[in-house]
Every structure is written in structure tokens, then in C-alpha cells.
């Protein structure tokens, strides 16, 4: 069974990285639009600045998971994660100080953007490490699939925590709010680095650091795979960041009010982290990809209906829309998410390869979705345009689950 202390220490730690990062996708639309963005006239522009240096994080999450994947392969995987928490824990931190364009002139934004580059290098090395802290001790074991889950969890765990943050700060009146109210969860960042470090500074069980040299990762070898792995991604991760930060910004053109929206999310957050472990207990009687598949259907065929709930002016439409589109189609992939790419790489290069496929496919679909979401809004009249570009990240995705691995699957007892 698989050692709970690398349970502890993977999902413990996602909640403490995701924290960081969830911040940055809700306030995204709600406080950096409004601080940072605020001198554009143009509706479209002033809506899709802030998105696309939420997008530019995503730009450099390959080159995170390249260098911090030879470093865990090489190294061990606890040493390149307390990096990528010490790189992302203070950026977000940083990010709490910084004034306003109303301050600093276009200063501002620039320097949103070089920490939100930050952010995103580090969160390149960060899952691939966190969910292979599991992967390397009793193989094939039969709990294995809820142990994967729950690492999901701990990112839904940091999520939830994030946004009821800001929630929480939103509460202020709107003035302090923005003048300082917003800051304080980001600022929160600092002494959950910090418990952050210790918990990942004891030795973890599982396979250690590989110092022998060691055959190379032949492009030939890995190229199907890693392909393979960036389009299974691409449902995932576009779905999920078009839900959590295009779906923000829809419900606030819509007139939504902001306590309605990051409550929603909150709750579609805490449905999501409880449904991940109900599904890895799924995967190991139908399997992994049949679970899969199951959300990137779902997510097909529920974003229509998620933007017109959204958009309802019905508290509980938009509370709805949320609860259903993050536990029903975002808690299905990625409850097996780690299993099915985990399982298309040999162990010598497990974490570069894993981290290249999941970073890859994050930049090529979660940093792009609100960005494309945004401009098919404005530009090919609403929502049902949306809901066609996330059908395709779902067909593709279901597509990357066709050709069997070459490997055994992580849940065998599932796949046979």
C-alpha cells in the first residue's frame, strides 16, 4: 500500500502550491483587470490583457518541467519540489506588494507579468513531482488509483483555499478591497511556504535519487508518448481554466455579482476535490481511460449550459454551474490523469517526461482557453462558440485515449 507519509507529503504540498496559484486565476479577472489594466478604453482589450499574461505563465511551464524534471530524475523528487515551492510561494507573495498602474504607470503590469512568469516556471515542476512521490514504491499496488486521486485532491484542497481567500477579502467594502483587502491573501503566502518546506524536508520513501548514468530518452522512443500525453491533457486543463477564469469573467459581463462568483467557484472547488477520490475508486473496476472519458464527454457536452447558467442572474444557476462542471466533467480526468500519463514513460525518465506532457499540454491549452474564449465571445457571437472550441479539446483528448499504452497500466487489475 502506498506509504502515507508520500501521501502526506504530495497532497499536503499541492495544497499549499495551488493556494498560490488559484489566487492568481480568480483575481485574474476581478482585481487585475481593475488595478493593473485599468487605462485600456477598449472593452475587448481591457478583458484580454489581463488574460493573456495569465496565459504567458503558461509560456514557460515547459522549460519549468525540463529543468526541474532532469533535476528530480537525477537528484530525487523532494529536492526539485521544495524549488518549485520556494519560486512560487514568494512570487505570489511578491505579487500582494505590488501598486497599482494608478502608481507606477505601465511599470505595473510588467512586473505582474515577470511574477507571473515566475509563477508559472516553477508550477512546471511542480504536479509531475508531486503525484510521482507516489509512483515509486509497490507498482501496480491496489489502491493505487484513490492514492493518485487524492494528490488531485490536495490541488483542489489549495484551490478552495485560495478562493475562499479572496472571496473572503471581497467582502470589504470595495474601496478597501482594492486598495489593500486583496492583498493580504496573497501576502498569506509567505508561512504557508514555509509549512510547505517543512513538510517536504523529511526524507520521503519511494525510489531514490539515480546518480549512474543512465540510457538517454531517445526522441524516438518518447516522442508518441509525449504527444500522446499533451493531447490527453488538452481536455483537462482548457476545460477546468475556462470554467475557473474565462467563467469569472463572463459572469462579471453578465453583471454577476463577485461574491456570487467566487462563492460558486469555491463550492464547485470543494465538489471537485471530493469527487476525485470517488473517481480513482472508479478507475480501479472500469479503468482509467474509461473514466476519462467520461468527463472530456461530460465537459463537451455541459459547457453551453455552463456559460447559461453563469450567465442566468440566478444565484443558484451560477452555483450550479460550477458544482456540476467542476465534479461531473473536470474531477473525472484528473483523478486519472496522473495514472494514464505516469504510466507512458520508464522510470529514468519519468518525471521530465511526465512534467514536459502535462506542462506542454497546460500551455497549450489552459493558458490559451480563456484567452480563445474571450475572443470567440467577442467575435463570433457568444457562447455556443465556446462550447464548440471545448468539444474539440474533448475530441482530441478522446482520441489520445484510443491506441493502448506500451507500458501496463497503473491500475491493471482495470485494464485486463
Request: charged share 10%; hydrophobic share 55%; net charge positive.
Given at each position: 500500500?502506498t506509504?502515507?507519509?508520500?501521501?502526506?507529503?504530495?497532497?499536503?504540498?499541492?495544497?499549499?502550491?495551488?493556494?498560490?496559484?488559484?489566487?492568481?486565476?480568480?483575481?485574474?479577472?476581478?482585481?487585475?483587470?481593475?488595478?493593473?489594466?485599468?487605462?485600456?478604453?477598449?472593452?475587448?482589450?481591457?478583458?484580454?490583457?489581463?488574460m493573456?499574461?495569465?496565459?504567458?505563465?503558461?509560456?514557460?511551464?515547459?522549460?519549468?518541467?525540463?529543468?526541474?524534471?532532469?533535476?528530480?530524475?537525477?537528484?530525487?523528487?523532494?529536492?526539485?519540489?521544495?524549488?518549485?515551492?520556494?519560486?512560487?510561494?514568494?512570487?505570489?507573495?511578491?505579487?500582494?506588494?505590488?501598486?497599482?498602474?494608478?502608481?507606477?504607470?505601465?511599470?505595473?503590469?510588467?512586473?505582474?507579468?515577470?511574477?507571473?512568469?515566475?509563477?508559472?516556471?516553477?508550477?512546471?515542476?511542480?504536479?509531475?513531482?508531486?503525484?510521482?512521490?507516489?509512483?515509486?514504491?509497490?507498482?501496480?499496488?491496489?489502491?493505487?488509483?484513490?492514492?493518485?486521486a487524492?494528490?488531485?485532491?490536495g490541488?483542489?484542497?489549495?484551490?478552495?483555499?485560495?478562493?475562499?481567500?479572496?472571496?473572503?477579502?471581497?467582502?470589504?467594502?470595495?474601496?478597501?478591497?482594492?486598495?489593500?483587502?486583496?492583498?493580504?491573501?496573497?501576502?498569506?503566502?509567505?508561512?504557508?511556504?514555509?509549512?510547505?518546506?517543512?513538510?517536504?524536508?523529511?526524507?520521503?520513501?519511494?525510489?531514490?535519487?539515480?546518480?549512474?548514468?543512465?540510457?538517454p530518452?531517445?526522441?524516438?522512443?518518447?516522442?508518441p508518448?509525449?504527444l500522446?500525453?499533451?493531447?490527453?491533457?488538452?481536455?483537462?486543463?482548457?476545460?477546468?481554466?475556462?470554467?475557473?477564469?474565462?467563467?469569472?469573467?463572463?459572469?462579471?459581463?453578465?453583471?454577476?455579482?463577485?461574491?456570487?462568483?467566487?462563492?460558486?467557484?469555491?463550492?464547485?472547488?470543494?465538489?471537485?476535490?471530493?469527487?476525485?477520490?470517488?473517481?480513482?475508486?472508479?478507475?480501479?473496476?472500469?479503468?482509467?481511460?474509461?473514466?476519462?472519458?467520461?468527463?472530456?464527454?461530460?465537459?463537451?457536452?455541459?459547457?453551453?449550459?455552463?456559460?447559461?447558467?453563469?450567465?442566468?442572474?440566478?444565484?443558484?444557476?451560477?452555483?450550479?454551474?460550477?458544482?456540476?462542471?467542476?465534479?461531473?466533467?473536470?474531477?473525472?480526468?484528473?483523478?486519472?490523469?496522473?495514472?494514464?500519463?505516469?504510466?507512458?514513460?520508464?522510470?529514468?525518465?519519468?518525471?521530465?517526461?511526465?512534467?514536459?506532457?502535462?506542462?506542454?499540454?497546460?500551455?497549450?491549452?489552459?493558458?490559451?482557453?480563456?484567452?480563445?474564449?474571450?475572443?470567440?465571445?467577442?467575435?463570433?457571437?457568444?457562447?455556443?462558440?465556446?462550447?464548440?472550441?471545448?468539444?474539440?479539446?474533448?475530441?482530441?483528448?478522446?482520441?489520445?485515449?484510443?491506441?493502448?499504452?506500451a507500458?501496463?497500466a497503473?491500475?491493471?487489475?482495470?485494464?485486463?
Open positions: 500500500m506509504h502515507p507519509r508520500a501521501i502526506a507529503a504530495a497532497t499536503i504540498g499541492n495544497i499549499v502550491e495551488w493556494y498560490d496559484f488559484a489566487l492568481y486565476s480568480a483575481a485574474t479577472p476581478l482585481v487585475f483587470q481593475r488595478l493593473f489594466f485599468a487605462r485600456h478604453d477598449d472593452g475587448l482589450l481591457a478583458q484580454l490583457a489581463p493573456l499574461v495569465f496565459g504567458a505563465g503558461f509560456l514557460v511551464r515547459p522549460a519549468g518541467g525540463i529543468l526541474f524534471g532532469l533535476l528530480g530524475d537525477r537528484l530525487g523528487h523532494a529536492r526539485a519540489l521544495r524549488h518549485t515551492l520556494t519560486i512560487i510561494g514568494l512570487a505570489t507573495a511578491a505579487i500582494g506588494l505590488l501598486p497599482g498602474q494608478a502608481t507606477i504607470g505601465i511599470l505595473a503590469p510588467i512586473l505582474l507579468l515577470v511574477l507571473r512568469l515566475a509563477q508559472g516556471f516553477a508550477a512546471g515542476g511542480e504536479w509531475a513531482g508531486a503525484v510521482l512521490l507516489l509512483g515509486a514504491d509497490t507498482p501496480g499496488a491496489p489502491h493505487r488509483g484513490v492514492a493518485f487524492l494528490t488531485q485532491s490541488v483542489a484542497a489549495g484551490m478552495v483555499l485560495g478562493g475562499a481567500a479572496l472571496w473572503a477579502a471581497r467582502l470589504l467594502p470595495d474601496a478597501a478591497f482594492l486598495s489593500w483587502g486583496w492583498r493580504l491573501p496573497f501576502l498569506a503566502a509567505l508561512p504557508f511556504l514555509c509549512l510547505g518546506l517543512w513538510l517536504r524536508a523529511a526524507p520521503q520513501p519511494g525510489r531514490p535519487a539515480t546518480r549512474h548514468p543512465r540510457p530518452l531517445s526522441p524516438r522512443q518518447a516522442g508518448a509525449l500522446r500525453g499533451i493531447v490527453l491533457r488538452l481536455a483537462e486543463n482548457g476545460g477546468v481554466y475556462m470554467m475557473l477564469v474565462f467563467g469569472l469573467a463572463y459572469g462579471r459581463a453578465h453583471h454577476v455579482p463577485d461574491r456570487w462568483l467566487l462563492l460558486a467557484s469555491t463550492l464547485g472547488m470543494v465538489a471537485d476535490g471530493i469527487a476525485m477520490p470517488a473517481f480513482g475508486w472508479l478507475a480501479q473496476r472500469l479503468g482509467a481511460r474509461i473514466v476519462y472519458a467520461l468527463g472530456a464527454v461530460g465537459l463537451a457536452l455541459f459547457s453551453g449550459p455552463f456559460l447559461a447558467l453563469v450567465a442566468s442572474g440566478s444565484q443558484a444557476g451560477v452555483v450550479m454551474a460550477f458544482i456540476v462542471g467542476m465534479a461531473l466533467c473536470h474531477a473525472p480526468m484528473i483523478a486519472v490523469e496522473p495514472a494514464l500519463l505516469s504510466a507512458l514513460f520508464p522510470a529514468a525518465h519519468r518525471y521530465l517526461g511526465v512534467a514536459l506532457a502535462h506542462e506542454a499540454g497546460a500551455m497549450l491549452a489552459g493558458g490559451v482557453s480563456p484567452v480563445v474564449a474571450t475572443l470567440l465571445v467577442h467575435s463570433a457571437g457568444g457562447k455556443g462558440a465556446v462550447a464548440a472550441y471545448m468539444g474539440a479539446l474533448a475530441g482530441l483528448s478522446l482520441l489520445a485515449l484510443l491506441p493502448r499504452p507500458r501496463r497503473v491500475f491493471p487489475q482495470a485494464e485486463e
